[in-house]
């Protein structure tokens, strides 16, 4: 006599039909990577939309600011106002996520930036590719004026890598 308790033994006969008529696991190893592919389709179409971008902009630029403590600075408004005339621009011109990218990199160059006037002088030149004539005129005053010592020009060219 074996070991085995019959119970096991009854078990296992019962259990090998209904695993070997399971078939083949390759539908459902497919079916999960075309959700995946799906999935990250629209992931992408809602993360490639102008409104996006600047909402993220929008968010790390707000975090750094309260960590300086300056959340309603004048540059922050001239800031919001450069972001506002972008999306308005994306949206008239119908440009993806991509292209926002492309536009409001100038405030990222690190050689480009290397003080306050010049973060101005980036805003300007964007302000100036949208051909918002204006905002540019307004931001060639102020990039006059700016102080070079400001704590909060300090901290976002800090958060830029200058």
């Known amino acids: 006599m074996s070991d085995v308790p019959v119970s096991v033994v009854s078990a296992a006969e019962a259990i090998q039909p209904v695993a070997e008529s399971s078939g083949s696991i390759w539908g459902y190893v497919a079916g999960g990577v075309a959700l995946l592919v799906l999935a990250g389709f629209f992931g992408y179409k809602k ?10 902009v929008r968010k790390r630029n707000l975090k750094e600011m309260k960590k300086q403590g300056v959340e309603s600075s004048e540059f922050s408004i001239d800031l919001d106002k450069l972001l506002d005339s972008v999306l308005n621009y994306a949206n008239a011109n119908n440009k993806t996520g991509n292209d926002v990218v492309k536009i ?7 050689n480009r930036i290397k003080n306050p006037s010049d973060m101005y002088k980036a805003m300007i030149h964007i302000a100036n590719e949208m051909n918002d004539v204006s905002l540019a005129r307004e931001f060639k005053n102020k990039s006059k004026m700016v102080k070079a010592s400001s704590p909060l020009m300090a901290g976002l060219l800090k958060r830029a890598g200058i």
């Not at 409001?104 to 690190?110: A, E, K, M, R, V």
């Open 104 to 110: 409001i990199s100038p405030l990222n160059d690190s």
């Open 47 to 56: 993360i490639n939309k102008p409104a996006f971008i600047i909402s993220q």
